[in-house]
């Protein structure tokens, strides 16, 4: 899966990160938070069969490094 792939699929999943690319910072994305970060894990787990925690969410500071979280 490219990374453009990945990101399509985590924009049909997570509204926040509509219009975003992987060079958006997380912290301008206007409803990034802790319900934001919640959909991410979620998403990771049913798309992806992926376990990753909030620290790890977290920890990213932008779109393409939440992206290099998936497979």
Same mark, same amino acid.
């Not at 399509?8 to 509204?15: E, G, K, P, R």
């Not at 959909?39 to 969410?57: F, S």
């Given at each position: 899966? %490219?990374?453009? =792939? !990945?990101?399509? $699929?985590?924009?049909?999943?997570?509204?926040?990160?509509? @219009?975003?690319? =992987? &060079?958006?910072s997380?912290?301008? +994305?206007?409803?990034?938070?802790? +319900? $934001?970060?919640? *959909?991410?894990? +979620? &998403?990771? =787990? %049913?798309? &992806?069969? #992926?376990?990753v925690?909030?620290p790890?969410?977290? @920890?990213?500071?932008?779109?393409?490094?939440? #992206? !290099? *979280?998936?497979?």
């Amino acid at each position: 899966m %490219t990374s453009a =792939e !990945k990101l399509q $699929a985590l924009q049909a999943d997570v509204d926040v990160f509509v @219009g975003a690319t =992987e &060079h958006t910072s997380l912290a301008s +994305l206007p409803h990034w938070g802790s +319900l $934001a970060v919640l *959909l991410v894990i +979620l &998403h990771c =787990e %049913t798309q &992806h069969g #992926l376990v990753v925690t909030g620290p790890q969410v977290r @920890g990213c500071t932008t779109v393409g490094d939440l #992206l !290099k *979280l998936l497979p």
